[in-house]
């Protein structure tokens, strides 16, 4: 079991499973386990599509794909037919990477530092005896998260039962122009968002995704843009505890 989409079969062959986005970051031990729980040791029919890529099928006869992403466990690399209705259900119910940690926001921020210290090479050592080579260890790579390049600041305008009206301004810290973004955060609460301007938005179980339209498109380095909506909420509403822009980890405040 190499992780959640890719496995080995008993030939040895490492294969993928067809329609199976890569594991998120924020979800790849999960993924890991659920395959280990319906596929490692078990008896599945596999299904040869193109090479390197396989269907599998339970004992029970369900489809594994489906079933992996019916449970949050992994996207769909194409949502259509039924795996989109299987994924809009996990998204609505916040299973697996649609809930806490990853949110549905499992995008992977780049890195920008990297450090590697070499290890020696490998020596074989000869004499009359026949020795092993020596074990060289992999070599040790740390890695040092980007500075956030924007800000985003969330604030609650008005309130009434139901309803509420919230404004959104995302500042770019960077240095570089910001041409065409998309915004999203997840609520803690069950919000919805009924109607929004200087963006477009859509929304996927508590996942929003807000994108800039018109005069609200670009954003200039230490520029800003503000977008509103309007929308509900039953018992409590909670802001959002972070943001991403473009995949990129916002400060907020």
Do not use: H
Request: hydrophobic share 35%; aromatic share 6%.
């Amino acid at each position: 079991m190499v992780d959640g989409r890719t496995v080995e079969l008993d030939s040895g062959e490492r294969v993928e499973v067809s329609l199976l986005a890569q594991p998120a970051a924020c979800w790849a031990a999960g993924a890991r386990a659920f395959a280990e729980k319906w596929l490692l040791g078990k008896t599945v029919r596999v299904t040869a599509l193109t090479p390197g890529e396989v269907n599998l099928r339970l004992e029970d006869g369900t489809d594994y794909a489906s079933l992996a992403v019916r449970e949050g466990v992994l996207r769909a690399q194409t949502a259509a037919g039924s795996l989109a209705e299987a994924e809009l259900g996990a998204a609505r119910e916040d299973r697996g990477l649609w809930g806490a940690p990853c949110n549905g926001m499992d995008a992977t921020p780049t890195t920008t530092t990297t450090t590697t210290t070499a290890a020696p090479s490998a020596q074989r050592v000869e004499s009359t005896e026949s020795k092993p080579a020596t074990t060289v260890p992999s070599p040790v790579v740390t890695t040092t998260p980007p500075a956030p390049t924007c800000a985003v600041a969330y604030r609650v305008e008005g309130q009434w039962q139901d309803g509420f009206q919230g404004r959104i301004t995302i500042r770019n810290t960077g240095g570089t122009p910001i041409n065409g973004w998309t915004l999203r955060w997840s609520f803690a609460d069950g919000q919805s968002v009924r109607q929004m301007w200087n963006a477009s938005v859509s929304q996927r179980g508590s996942a929003v995704a807000a994108t800039g339209v018109d005069q609200a498109r670009s954003i200039s380095p230490r520029g800003q843009v503000e977008i509103g909506f309007l929308g509900t909420f039953r018992d409590r509403n909670t802001a959002p505890a972070s943001f991403t822009l473009d995949g990129t980890a916002c400060a907020t405040g």
